[in-house]
């Protein structure tokens, strides 16, 4: 008996020592990291992109009469690839923003879109603690913030004018503003730019920091 359960601790203590070297070299060869939803337990990156702040996204269609449409879910209703979170939510980058505004546009009846923004809601994950769980937890009540920033502009033709940081991006960036010793080393500081064959950089302009400036500003809204 004494051997089968040293056999026991062997046979678990090698199982755990193998899981782990294999998900060192899924990690360190991208080797099917993404596969199965079990990878995401075994590879060195476990947990490293998660946040303390639920993200919602709303894409809303501004018509030339002043009223707003909501473009995402479409009037057929919405999809729910992994739970009871609409697809549009999973997309934090905004890759498919465009296609999802552009779709409801296009198999709907509406007045001509001037402008379509799509919003950011934020909020801190410990308010979607049940009341119950909340009150045993804190001696405050529970006084839910949520936070909206404009994160993109799109035209109705479909071309992104204006793109914006998201929330988080944004308070990084005010706090890092805040702190004088920051500033000033990034004052001190010379960037380096990987820059193509033929192409100058400007040095000489001084660094941008307002994270309230668009990244990328095409043509006007509504031309």
Same mark, same amino acid.
């Given at each position: 008996m004494r051997f089968i359960k040293r056999g026991l601790s062997y046979l678990t #203590?090698?199982?755990y020592v193998g899981? $782990?070297?294999?998900? #060192? $070299?899924c990690h360190t060869f991208t080797y099917r990291t993404g596969s199965h939803p079990g990878m995401y337990y075994i590879v060195w990156d476990m947990f490293c992109g998660w946040s303390a702040y639920s993200v919602r996204t709303h894409i809303i269609g501004e018509g030339i009469s002043g009223k707003?449409?909501?473009l995402s879910p479409g009037p057929w209703g919405d999809f729910y690839p992994y739970g009871k979170l609409g697809r549009r939510h999973y997309d934090t980058t905004g890759d498919a923003w465009v296609r999802m505004a552009m779709n409801t546009l296009d198999k709907t009846e509406h007045e001509p879109m001037l402008r379509i923004l799509c919003i950011e809601e934020t909020w801190c994950k410990k308010y979607n603690l049940p009341d119950m769980v909340w009150d045993q937890r804190y001696e405050e009540p529970k006084?839910?913030?949520?936070?909206?920033r404009l994160r993109r502009? #799109?035209?109705p033709d479909g071309v992104v004018a204006q793109t914006y940081v998201p929330w988080l991006t944004r308070q990084v960036t005010l706090q890092m503003n805040d702190n004088p010793r920051l500033v000033a080393e990034m004052n001190r500081g010379r960037p380096f730019f990987a820059a193509t064959i033929g192409s100058q950089v400007e040095t000489t302009a001084p660094p941008q920091h307002d994270p309230n400036v668009p990244v990328h500003l095409a043509s006007p809204v509504g031309n």
């Open positions: #203590i090698a199982s899981i $782990l070297v294999f998900g #060192i $070299l707003f449409y909501e006084d839910f913030q949520n936070y909206y502009v #799109i035209t």
